[in-house]
């Protein structure tokens, strides 16, 4: 039983003594054991597999006291269950140093992956500076888009072939596979075609071409059709610069938009 409980405890000090990190004392205990136990020959072999073990000292050579004469006199760890004086003080300063340079790495590429983060937000999602109403003028157009209509030859029964960056233009609960789409272009808006389903457009032939000007890039604004005593007003607010770019230029820069009705004045 003696004999069971000391091999427990050598299997336990043997990836320490295989390693070179455990005491001048740990490692003649160890040496004395390996003298007479096969079985922890066997394992410390099967450990040491990859490696030369012609390091290994001559374990008959060295006796007990001399064991004792050579162990260090640091202030040693004793088990309760065999007696065995375990030095740590040079097994705790190693993993000590490598978990001081695992957490320094890792402080490292927080710092790092923090201040990414950081610039990302900004570049994404601060706002841009909001204009003052003085700094930008908003034009209105209204057209016949049944008259823009038959200068167009091009009807669409399948919306899939309808050209990309082009207004679809339908009622709401209306099926796309039941619209009959006129392609139409619209004179000053440039950006893209409207759709509009022909239904749509004997029910509602009005458009509204809507254009800001500024002397600052517009990277986004609100507007809204609001009817008031049978009028409709477009309030247009919340013109924004983007965050890079939003200084103030000598020509006149545009943003145009489409209304799908008439417009009677803009308050902006």
Known sequence: MENKLSCDVIMDLLPSYADG???EETKKIVE??????????????????????SGLPDLK????ATA???AKTASPKISSASGIKIDEQEIMKKVNRKMHQRMLTNAIIGIVVGAIILTLAIFFFKPGRTLASTDYLVTYENMDLSELAEHSFQTYFDYHRIPQNSILVFEDGKSLDD?????????????????????????????????IYSHYAISEYRDEVKEEDGKNI???????????????SS??????????????DVNA
């Open 21 to 23: 990190i455990c005491s």
């Open 32 to 53: 004395e054991h390996l003298v007479s136990c096969k079985a922890c020959q066997a394992s410390y072999n099967a450990m040491k597999q990859d490696e030369e073990i």
């Open 61 to 64: 050579a060295d006796s007990p």
């Open 68 to 70: 004792k004469n050579t």
């Open 179 to 211: 619209c009959l789409f006129i392609l139409v272009s619209v004179p000053g808006y440039s950006n893209a075609k409207v759709a509009v389903d022909k239904e749509y457009l004997s029910k509602n032939p009005q458009i509204c071409l809507v254009t």
């Open 234 to 248: 477009l309030y247009v607010d919340h013109v924004k610069t983007p965050i890079f770019g939003s200084g103030q």
């Open 251 to 264: 020509d006149w820069i545009s943003v145009t938009t489409i209304e799908m009705c008439h417009i009677d």
